[in-house]
């Protein structure tokens, strides 16, 4: 049994949670809530939260998905206030802001956070085989 990662559902996002030193504590879960709000906040709609991992050094490494490349401009910004409402230190919170094409991301819940997660390659062929799946289907 894992107890280093967990997922929490807030709203749209599905949040992966992941300590490399054990238990998951609850300034993960407290930053998972604020980080969301932060998100839907100041960030287009397409974006979510995916991934939130503390590290062996003690930092919080975050991984937003979007498909939008202006939420990449507001990351920076976002960093010292997500540390201000959490009581660490912005060297502490490391924002990441992954974008996707809209080609490759299939808006179902969870299957997003999953092609943000996946290697870049794998996104796009499961996207194919399903492309092909639906035209055989439709000219059938």
């Known amino acids: 049994m894992k107890f280093d990662t967990g997922w929490r559902e807030i709203g749209k996002h599905r949040i992966r949670l992941r300590s490399a030193k ?3 504590t609850e300034v993960m879960h ?3 809530e604020v980080t969301r709000t932060a998100v839907d906040n100041n960030m287009s709609a397409r974006a979510r939260v ?3 991992v503390f590290g062996q050094e003690k930092t919080y490494h975050i991984a937003v998905g979007s498909t939008v490349a202006e939420d990449r401009i507001c990351a920076p910004q976002r960093e010292p206030a997500l540390a201000a409402a959490t009581d660490l230190v912005p060297d502490q919170i490391n924002l990441i ?3 996707k094409a809209q080609e490759e991301v299939e808006p179902h819940f969870a299957v997003y956070e999953r092609m943000h997660t996946a290697c870049p390659r794998a996104p796009y062929d499961r996207l ?3 492309a092909k799946f639906y035209s055989r ?3 059938a």
């Open 97 to 99: 802001v992954r974008i």
């Open 137 to 139: 289907a439709l000219h």
């Open 30 to 32: 407290q930053l998972a």
């Open 50 to 52: 995916v991934d939130i």
């Open 22 to 24: 054990g238990f998951l």
């Open 128 to 130: 194919k085989l399903a």
